[in-house]
Every structure is written in C-alpha cells, then in structure tokens.
C-alpha cells in the first residue's frame, strides 16, 4: 500500500487552512487472505490399517466411518487429504502424526501442501 503525506500544499485555499497534514491511501491495497495447507498421508506397505484409523480419529478428530474411509483411500491411491488448515496448525498436526507413528515404530508418514 502506498501512503501519500501531503503537507498543506495550498496555503491559499481556505479550506486546508485550518486542517493539519492529511494522509491518502492511494491505489488498491494488495493484501491477499492467508494461504490454506493441506495435511495429506501417505501410504506405505507395513502400517497396521487399524493404527491408521486410529490416528485419523485422534489427530484429525474424525469419527470412525470418516476415518475409514480416509486410509482406504490412502490403501488405494497412495495419498488422500486428511484436513485443510493454517500453515502452523497443519505443520503442528503432521509433526504429531510423524512423531506418534515413530514412538509406535510405525512408517506413516504425512506432509503439508500449500493449496492452489
Ligand atoms: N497400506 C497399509 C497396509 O496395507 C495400510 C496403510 C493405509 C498404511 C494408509 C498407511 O497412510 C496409510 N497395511
């Protein structure tokens, strides 16, 4: 955004006489809304479905049905969406998937992907 500072440039007017320094906002602001991240799992061939399921029902707080569904499509097309949210929600819940998954010995992985 660009500020225009103008300093009484015309003294002889009467109506700036009294009014002090006035600020302009000139041009379109270029603020954009912040950007979304997608939290997205990965498949791999060694971790338990069941271990799966109850990580997407505990991270992601999705009942069981929703849960199931989410790994088969990971099962099936080796990646699937398991949230969209704010670029540090989405870091903090794909660090605590990774994380719980290593403490359980387990290969799950997932990644944040910043959405078009
Ligand atoms: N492919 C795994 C198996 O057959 C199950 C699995 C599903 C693993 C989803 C990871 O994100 C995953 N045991």
Redesign the pocket.
């Known amino acids: 955004m660009e500020i225009q500072l103008t300093f009484g440039q015309h003294p002889d007017q009467p109506e700036h006489e009294q009014e002090g320094d006035v600020a302009t906002a000139t041009g379109k602001p270029k603020l954009q809304p912040p950007s979304r991240y997608q939290v997205v ?9 069941d271990f ?1 399921v109850e990580v997407l029902e505990s991270f992601f707080m999705l009942n069981r049905e929703r849960a199931t569904q989410i ?1 088969l499509k ?2 099936t097309d080796g990646r699937a969406v398991c949230g969209v949210y704010s670029r540090d929600i989405a870091e903090t819940k794909a660090a605590q998937v990774n994380d719980y998954a290593r403490e359980c010995q387990h290969p ?1 992985l997932c990644q944040i992907e910043r959405e078009a």
């Not at 799992?41 to 479905?49: A, E, G, K, R, S």
């Open positions: 799992m990965l498949n791999d061939d060694y971790t338990p479905m799966v790994m990971v099962h799950l």
